[in-house]
């Protein structure tokens, strides 16, 4: 079934539109605002599902709220960042006649600042998650530019042995100092394995229905 006559004009004149150069930052603004909503529902709804009813106590209510609030939150601040960031960029892209690497690093720090500044739960997941990518990229980019010298053996193997060897120490003598569902999921590994009253609580359950 073909479109109405004035459906088809609209939407010829709305792609007429976007096909425009003159308006492409303005609408890479609205498009980074539409994937930074879209990525972050799809990243945080599926954790923040997961994570919840494994570990979080309270009524299915509770349960869904706290998903739909973690979700809000990543996607909406994720959405405003890209919004800002690209904003900034073009600003400082204009007024200066040409792109500059600093322009980036100059809009991602003030959106950064205003997006993700809040210490919570949800910003702070994703300032340490791109905490570990950052320093991954800068030991790349040291020894690309010759500041730090190519190994010639691969430190991988040492470097996975020192972070878990480092995580399990400071789970079990620094707990406070990680992050809480880091503790939620460790404590389920590695604590709530030492305890069972039965089989049940042994191989079906985690823990025995009475003690919940």
């Not at 709305?14 to 609205?30: D, G, Q």
């Not at 994720?78 to 040409?98: D, E, M, S």
């Not at 394995?193 to 079906?204: K, R």
Request: proline fraction near 4%.
């Amino acid at each position: 079934m073909a479109a109405p006559p004035q459906l088809q004009a609209l939407l010829k004149a709305v792609n007429a539109l976007l096909r425009k150069r003159r308006y492409h930052a303005a609408l890479a603004l609205i498009k980074g605002f539409r994937n930074g909503i879209v990525y972050g529902v799809k990243i945080r709804a599926p954790h923040a599902l997961v994570m919840t009813f494994l570990f979080r106590s309270g009524s299915l209510r509770d349960k869904l709220r706290a998903i739909l609030q973690a979700t809000y939150t990543h996607s909406w601040n994720l959405a405003c960042f890209v919004f800002v960031y690209k904003g900034l960029c073009a600003l400082q892209a204009h007024t200066q006649g040409k792109t500059y690497q600093s322009h980036s690093f100059l809009a991602a720090f003030i959106g950064g600042f205003l997006l993700f500044g809040d210490n919570n739960n949800i910003n702070s997941q994703i300032n340490m998650y791109l905490t570990s990518r950052v320093l991954f990229a800068l030991c790349r980019l040291g020894v690309e530019k010759g500041y730090i010298p190519e190994l010639r053996w691969d430190p991988f193997p040492l470097y996975t042995a020192v972070v878990w060897g480092l995580v399990l120490w400071l789970f079990e003598y620094h707990r406070p100092t990680l992050q809480p569902s880091l503790q939620s999921s460790m404590t389920y590994l590695y604590e709530d394995s030492n305890v069972w009253h039965d089989l049940s609580d042994f191989l079906i359950y985690n823990k025995s229905r009475a003690s919940k």
